[in-house]
């Protein structure tokens, strides 16, 4: 059984950071392209972040520069750290494992960054 676990969001100030975890079982992690994804209230899910089975990455136009997608295979375990956060970054965040033919979501996390 498939299961990836996200932890770390909650409610944070403008400029602040926090990091997101995703623990992943049931699949063989290291060869899985791992992502992060949110969804906004009223708006549809986008991409956050990528990181390919051989450490690439790709990153959200509006995210450059403040967040970082990174994995540990070891653990099964992608992170993503959010930096110099902005109100519009506020949504839910998930977790996505993929490969040519299988596709998982997490449950979600929430993030809100507020004042």
């Known amino acids: 059984q498939v299961q990836l676990v996200e932890s770390g969001g909650g409610l944070v100030q403008p400029g602040g950071s926090l990091r997101l975890s995703c623990a992943a079982s049931?699949?063989?992690?290291?060869?899985?392209?791992m992502g992060w994804y949110r969804q906004a209230p009223g708006k549809q899910r986008e991409l956050v972040a990528i990181?390919?089975?051989?450490?690439?990455?790709i990153y959200a136009d509006s995210v450059k520069g403040r967040f970082t997608i990174s994995r540990d295979n070891a653990k099964n375990t992608v992170y993503l750290q959010m930096n110099s956060l902005k109100l519009e970054d506020t949504a839910d965040y998930y977790c996505?494992?993929?490969?040519?033919?299988?596709?998982?979501w997490g449950q979600g996390t929430q993030v809100t960054v507020s004042s």
């Open positions: 996505n494992a993929r490969t040519l033919h299988t596709n998982f």
């Open positions: 049931g699949i063989i992690f290291s060869n899985y392209t």
């Open positions: 990181i390919t089975s051989g450490g690439t990455t």
